[in-house]
């Protein structure tokens, strides 16, 4: 179509792009509002900072995000990525000084389970980046420092069952075991669990103490916040509830994990040969053999168990001086794969040099062995875990 001047005109294209302007426009009203009415001061046209930001939020002096904002027409994820993607590079690009960068993305309708993809997305390419969904039907959904109060749910059906699917995570996914050992750390003796020792008033502290994304830890303090396992008059991240947080643990431990039954290839004294195959691979004791290393042994006659990061034919073959069983034939060790790979090398301890799995990990490890791991668990329960898990404090 051309106009009387003979300049060719693309109604349905300024259509498009006045929609996208009046969408844009919307999602940087909405999310100015969002953080109003929470308390925060509300810069819309931040003043020497970048250009390309959408706004610069205040909640006190050195609490600063500087804001990159992306409205997608709608709300599915393949439409949401690109364009978070986009609102991180704004946001980096933008932060200054104390400011840090928070990446949203609005639509008109998103959906928890593409506000899921987002954070997920978040956490493995842009983990350092507070992050934002919101939608214009009521969905808020935030993750960074402080700015939890932000989040409220969609009042329509099923929020309340999806709740946890977007907030939650797993509370003891392998990194958020590594965290847990740090907030018990300084209840341990350095030679029954290795590991960070100090008092952390913040997800921030704690993440550079686990040497583990703000993010991560964010969410991990997050969730022992809302099931209630911290302590609401502590000036630091204090474990409460501790009797049914150590039976969920224990509890998150009893699925089936990988192991194999291997031989020295060389005759030999077996204790010799384990020392040595320890010392060359990337492997500790566990259950039962980590148990006797830390003087709490209380099962004889069961093959030493001794984890490695992965079981697959090519990480097997990569192992030397020990092969698979024949049909018939006894262990000399069992091989197991590691289920919380990060948790537990992390947290080795090396008693006599030799590298063996902290207490805790030992009393979720045997806690369901059928040989005799239970009567273990108790002993190690009596005379080590008792007064941690204690409600008296």
């Given at each position: 179509?051309?106009?009387?001047?003979?300049?060719?005109?693309?109604?349905?294209?300024?259509?498009?792009?006045?929609?996208?302007?009046?969408?844009?426009?919307?999602?940087?009203?909405?999310?100015?509002?969002?953080?109003?009415?929470?308390?925060?001061?509300v810069e819309s046209k931040p003043k020497g900072h970048n250009s390309e930001l959408d706004m610069i939020v205040r909640l006190s002096g050195d609490v600063?995000?500087?804001?990159?904002?992306?409205?997608?027409?709608?709300?599915?994820?393949?439409?949401?990525?690109?364009?978070?993607?986009?609102?991180?590079?704004?946001?980096?690009?933008?932060?200054?000084?104390?400011?840090?960068?928070?990446?949203?993305?609005?639509?008109?309708?998103?959906?928890?389970?593409?506000?899921?993809?987002?954070?997920?997305?978040?956490?493995?390419?842009?983990?350092?980046?507070?992050?934002?969904?919101?939608?214009?039907?009521?969905?808020?959904?935030?993750?960074?420092?402080?700015?939890?109060?932000?989040?409220?749910?969609?009042?329509?059906?099923?929020?309340?069952?999806?709740?946890?699917?977007?907030?939650?995570?797993?509370?003891?996914?392998?990194?958020?075991?590594?965290?847990?050992?740090?907030?018990?750390?300084?209840?341990?003796?350095?030679?029954?669990?290795?590991?960070?020792?100090?008092?952390?008033?913040?997800?921030?502290?704690?993440?550079?103490?686990?040497?583990?994304?703000?993010?991560?830890?964010?969410?991990?303090?997050?969730?022992?916040?809302?099931?209630?396992?911290?302590?609401?008059?502590?000036?630091?991240?204090?474990?409460?509830?501790?009797?049914?947080?150590?039976?969920?643990?224990?509890?998150?431990?009893?699925?089936?994990?990988?192991?194999?039954?291997?031989?020295?290839?060389?005759?030999?004294?077996?204790?010799?040969?384990?020392?040595?195959?320890?010392?060359?691979?990337?492997?500790?004791?566990?259950?039962?053999?980590?148990?006797?290393?830390?003087?709490?042994?209380?099962?004889?006659?069961?093959?030493?168990?001794?984890?490695?990061?992965?079981?697959?034919?090519?990480?097997?073959?990569?192992?030397?001086?020990?092969?698979?069983?024949?049909?018939?034939?006894?262990?000399d060790l069992i091989v197991r794969q590691a289920p919380a790979p990060q948790s537990i090398f992390r947290g080795i301890v090396r008693p006599k040099g030799?590298?063996?799995?902290?207490?805790?990990?030992?009393?979720?490890?045997?806690?369901?062995?059928?040989?005799?791991?239970?009567?273990?668990?108790?002993?190690?329960?009596?005379?080590?875990?008792?007064?941690?898990?204690?409600?008296?404090?």
């Amino acid at each position: 179509m051309h106009d009387s001047d003979g300049v060719m005109r693309h109604p349905k294209r300024t259509t498009k792009s006045s929609a996208a302007l009046e969408r844009g426009q919307q999602a940087v009203s909405l999310l100015a509002e969002i953080f109003q009415k929470a308390g925060w001061r509300v810069e819309s046209k931040p003043k020497g900072h970048n250009s390309e930001l959408d706004m610069i939020v205040r909640l006190s002096g050195d609490v600063i995000y500087a804001v990159g904002l992306q409205a997608a027409v709608e709300g599915r994820a393949d439409r949401l990525l690109p364009l978070f993607s986009q609102a991180v590079l704004q946001s980096q690009h933008g932060a200054a000084g104390n400011a840090r960068p928070l990446a949203v993305v609005a639509a008109p309708k998103i959906s928890h389970g593409a506000a899921q993809q987002i954070f997920e997305f978040a956490e493995r390419y842009a983990p350092n980046v507070a992050v934002g969904v919101i939608d214009f039907e009521g969905l808020r959904s935030f993750r960074g420092p402080h700015l939890d109060g932000l989040n409220a749910e969609v009042p329509r059906k099923a929020s309340i069952a999806t709740k946890a699917t977007i907030f939650a995570g797993h509370l003891f996914s392998d990194l958020n075991q590594w965290m847990l050992k740090i907030l018990l750390a300084t209840e341990f003796s350095e030679e029954l669990l290795s590991a960070p020792r100090g008092e952390y008033r913040n997800a921030s502290q704690l993440a550079q103490a686990a040497n583990v994304s703000i993010m991560s830890a964010f969410r991990f303090v997050q969730q022992l916040q809302s099931e209630g396992f911290l302590s609401e008059s502590s000036s630091y991240l204090n474990l409460v509830r501790r009797q049914e947080l150590f039976q969920r643990w224990q509890a998150s431990t009893l699925r089936p994990i990988k192991e194999v039954n291997m031989r020295f290839l060389l005759k030999g004294q077996p204790t010799t040969q384990l020392s040595r195959f320890l010392y060359r691979s990337h492997a500790c004791l566990a259950l039962f053999a980590a148990a006797q290393a830390l003087k709490l042994g209380f099962v004889e006659g069961v093959p030493p168990y001794v984890y490695v990061e992965r079981i697959q034919p090519s990480s097997l073959a990569a192992l030397k001086n020990i092969r698979p069983c024949e049909p018939g034939e006894s262990p000399d060790l069992i091989v197991r794969q590691a289920p919380a790979p990060q948790s537990i090398f992390r947290g080795i301890v090396r008693p006599k040099g030799m590298p063996v799995s902290d207490v805790l990990q030992v009393w979720l490890d045997v806690s369901s062995h059928p040989s005799r791991g239970r009567e273990q668990a108790d002993l190690i329960r009596k005379r080590v875990l008792e007064p941690v898990i204690r409600e008296n404090r």
